[in-house]
T-cell receptor, first 112, second 103 residues
């Protein structure tokens, strides 16, 4: 099983550029999440989805957008990248709210 | 919002020692996860439990719903156990416990 696949693994963006972080899971999980982790800090929830067509904001949604057109995919869009968005981004999924998480390997993003 | 208090924040121990990491919550919980983040950044789900105790190898997790408390124990600790251990409550993650096992 591939689990949760995130692409790319590394990316450098210039201020003002846009990009999409891809996340795909093959476990038929209903719930998907995007977190960011700044150096030395815990994970902060950006957006989450409880099923296809449904998305909700987390703690730090500003500067990001998501969509969930299929159960498998949950892309995260950064518009007008800013240095404050330099972070490691993790996608995760779970079958339900009380189920165990599966995490992707992360995307290290640097905005210069 | 449920506040998560994890202790200790940092723990250094000698190889072979018995390790205990604790999580307490300000509001009632129904279940929680224990996660492990390796030095390289990868995150692995260790346990999800809603009552009693679970064991996987040298790792044991316990939960007391009434006392709003959970513990993670590591027996016969090894340097490869060095990692950050996190007990999120639903969607809220703390900074975790940074464990370092010295050979």
């Amino acid at each position: 099983n591939a689990g949760v696949t995130q692409t790319p693994k590394f990316r450098i963006l210039k201020i003002g550029q846009s990009m999409t972080l891809q996340c795909t899971q093959d476990m038929n999980h209903n719930y998907m999440y995007w977190y960011r982790q700044d150096p030395g800090m815990g994970l902060k929830l950006i957006y989450y989805s409880v099923g296809a067509g449904i998305t909700d904001k987390g703690e730090v949604p500003n500067g990001y957008n998501v969509s969930r057109s299929t159960t498998e995919d949950f892309p995260l869009r950064l518009e007008l990248a800013a240095p404050s968005q330099t972070s490691v981004y993790f996608c995760a999924s779970s079958f339900g709210a009380g189920s165990g998480y599966t995490f992707g390997s992360g995307t290290r993003l640097t905005v210069v | 919002k449920n506040e998560v208090e994890q202790s200790p924040q940092n723990l250094t121990a000698q190889e072979g020692e018995f390790i205990t990491i604790n999580c307490s919550y300000s509001v009632g919980i129904s279940a929680l996860h224990w996660l492990q983040q390796h030095p390289g950044g990868g995150i692995v789900s260790l346990f999800m439990l809603s009552s009693g105790k679970k064991k996987h190898g040298r790792l044991i997790a316990t939960i007391n719903i009434q006392e709003k408390h959970s513990s993670l124990h590591i027996t016969a600790s090894h340097p490869r156990d060095s990692a950050v251990y996190i007990c999120p409550e639903k969607l809220t993650f703390g900074t975790g416990t940074r464990l370092t096992i010295i050979p």
